[in-house]
């Protein structure tokens, strides 16, 4: 939904900056800053997830922002909650496996407790998802011959992004920073179904937790009996492709 909505190769959840919010809003839980339950903590990370989402699609309404200068102001806007969620860890002196795992992403010590409060969000995405779908294949034409056949661009990337803010909200608040996941799983989607954004939605879902699930069994098995950060295989997956990807659009 990210890349479509914007129609940038490279989108994605953490290189745009949407589990930037999720990511700020646990570092302070974590710290103790704020003290919630669950459901709160939950919601709070997805608002703040959707807020980073409306800040990029603010961005890509502006025709004279390329989609390289997007993906700039993105990976700037990611490094910066990066940057706020570590002081944050610094300053209440928390420098634990807990929080190396949460920057690199773990689903370590995840049970059902943790999967319940996330369900109602994840139905709510999962039905803005597929109305949307077929508004984003008229996205790809350009704004305004999509705008000509009915696409409401605009709304309909507000809502893609709403979507996508919500989804990365409940990831980053699962698994904390696993990346390139969203950057990989599209593109090999593509590749496998073709360029329809409903296909593309439907093999993404399944494709990307086979990703995760394959990568967290890496990440645990490789260097047993010690663990290493879920999101370091995936960016090992994710990194060259964005390389190849950065030098087509520059």
Known sequence: MIQL???NPLGDPQLFGLG??????QALSMAGIIVVGPWVLVSLSILASIGCAFVITFFSFKDYISQSRLALI???FSAISVAISMSIFAQARIFSQQTIHF????????ILDNIVPTLPFLLVAILLAPPIAARLN????GDRIAYNLGGRPGFTRIMAMSSAGILAGIAVSMAGLIGFVGLVV??????????DARAVMLVSAPLGALLVLYAD??????FMPSEIPVGMVT?????PLMIFIARRLI
């Not at 599209?186 to 360029?195: A, D, E, F, K, T």
């Not at 960016?235 to 990194?239: D, I, K």
Request: aromatic share 0%.
């Open 5 to 7: 909505s914007t129609r």
């Open 20 to 25: 930037g919010g999720a990511a700020v809003v």
């Open 74 to 76: 993105g990976v700037s």
């Open 103 to 110: 920057i690199g992403g773990s689903m370590s010590n995840r």
């Open 138 to 141: 008229l996205l790809s034409l």
């Open 186 to 195: 599209p593109h090999i989607s593509r590749l496998l179904v073709g360029h």
């Open 217 to 222: 069994q890496i990440a645990r098995l490789a």
């Open 235 to 239: 960016t090992l997956v994710g990194a």
